[in-house]
């Protein structure tokens, strides 16, 4: 399945910047801490943080650097507990022509560990537009945006799955083997530079979001530059839910990114997404793609949002080869505890397709044991196994029990 892609979304503000609107902001690190660290899950991709919030319900919400702002997806969350509305105005969609809402919530309270905001303002959308949980595996209610982060300097341990929050008087430049790369901060989202070789062994300078909410490894968006084509060998993909629907596009592999220099990866599974049908591209900020967790995550990060800074440190991962999916099938999760999982889509000629399987099909077991067992992304690593493994899907489609089999493959 496509790895849980969340999400190359723009909040796009039809209305003048939500900056103007937002209250003050105070923060509280209590115990008077200069470094507060805080784990995380890391699941299926995405960085899931604990956030307590008006003091009453522990939610999940994504760190995501791409974001500028921090947003509730769970309306019913705000209207339970009371929240104050002060505007509602219109956001464009993923396609970038539906016109979708959100609200502007104030006075809102929120505990991370041992960072309190007390008195913030965020967006609220009025309907789960992105459907995290579903491509996730887990109930995601929120994002933490750049609004949050730029207050710290902050440091991802993949490793170690925590990230630590500095005061920015008394951070002190990292020694040992972190590298500062070139970067640009915009409305406090880093954008980095680095080289990828095109099939023809063109090196190519482009200019990439840093975006730890993004599943995927690499996204290039395919009309930003004459020299970004789309390779012969890739399949169609749903690249995840952007705001109002799927965000679509295909899947290849690109010969190398130079992260920097000395750092050099090869054969990054690579989403291509077109985007010329934008009228309006200043948000993109001349940027050619992202940069997502299943790169950044083989490295420890560091972002100095007050210094415009970013540092990067290759852990064990960072010479992994990189894998995708060798079935065919994009798997969705869904019912209570997300457990049950649903055939999204297949892709045509692969695996899954030669063997009967169709969108809407539901997984009860896989190779004997059921599904209820395992969790999204487990069911997701599965399906990227050694070549030529067999796989016996017992199916759920129109109330009848279907048995089939396939064998993985290559698809890129």
């Not at 104050?84 to 970038?96: K, Q, V």
């Amino acid at each position: 399945m496509k790895n849980a892609v969340a999400t190359c979304i723009v909040l796009w503000l039809l209305l003048s910047p939500f900056a103007a609107w937002a209250q003050t902001q105070d923060l509280v690190i209590l115990k008077n801490l200069k470094r507060v660290d805080i784990p995380f899950e890391f699941s299926n991709n995405f960085i899931v943080v604990k956030v307590i919030f008006n003091d009453i319900f522990p939610l999940n919400f994504i760190i995501d650097t791409g974001a500028e702002h921090s947003i509730l997806t769970k309306r019913e969350i705000a209207d339970l507990l009371q929240v104050n509305f002060s505007r509602r105005f219109p956001i464009m969609g993923a396609d970038m022509k539906t016109e979708l809402y959100a609200y502007l919530a104030t006075g809102i309270r929120l505990k991370i560990n041992n960072l309190y905001f007390n008195n913030y303002s965020m967006l609220v959308l009025e309907d789960d537009y992105f459907r995290f949980d579903e491509f996730s595996g887990v109930d995601i209610h929120g994002i933490i945006g750049a609004d949050m982060l730029r207050r710290f300097v902050v440091k991802i341990n993949y490793e170690k799955k925590v990230i630590t929050f500095t005061d920015p008087s008394v951070f002190k430049e990292p020694g040992g083997k972190f590298v500062e790369i070139p970067v640009q901060l915009k409305r406090n989202k880093p954008y980095v530079f680095s080289n990828i070789q095109l099939q023809n062994n063109t090196v190519l300078p482009v200019k990439l979001l840093l975006d730890t909410g993004a599943g995927v490894s690499l996204m290039l968006h395919s009309d930003t530059h004459p020299q970004i084509v789309v390779p012969a060998n890739v399949v169609k993909s749903n690249l995840g839910m952007g705001i109002g629907g799927a965000i679509e596009g295909v899947v290849g592999r690109l010969p190398a990114l130079e992260l920097y220099e000395g750092m050099t990866m090869n054969g990054v599974v690579t989403n291509y997404q077109d985007i010329k049908h934008v009228t309006d591209t200043s948000y993109l900020n001349g940027r050619h793609g992202i940069i997502g967790n299943r790169i950044l995550s083989r490295f420890n990060l560091i972002i100095n949002y007050y210094q415009n800074k970013v540092y990067l440190q290759p852990n064990k991962l960072s010479k992994r080869r990189f894998t995708y999916d060798r079935s065919g099938l994009t798997i969705v999760s869904s019912g209570i505890n997300l457990n049950t999982f649903t055939v999204l889509d297949v892709v045509a000629g692969s695996p899954a397709d030669h063997a009967g399987i169709k969108a809407g099909d539901e997984i009860r077991k896989i190779n004997g044991f059921p599904t209820k067992v395992y969790s999204l992304e487990e069911i997701t690593n599965k399906m990227q196994g050694r070549i030529g493994k067999k796989m016996t899907l017992i199916l759920r489609r129109n109330g009848e029990r279907v048995k089939t089999n396939f064998h993985l493959r290559d698809l890129i």
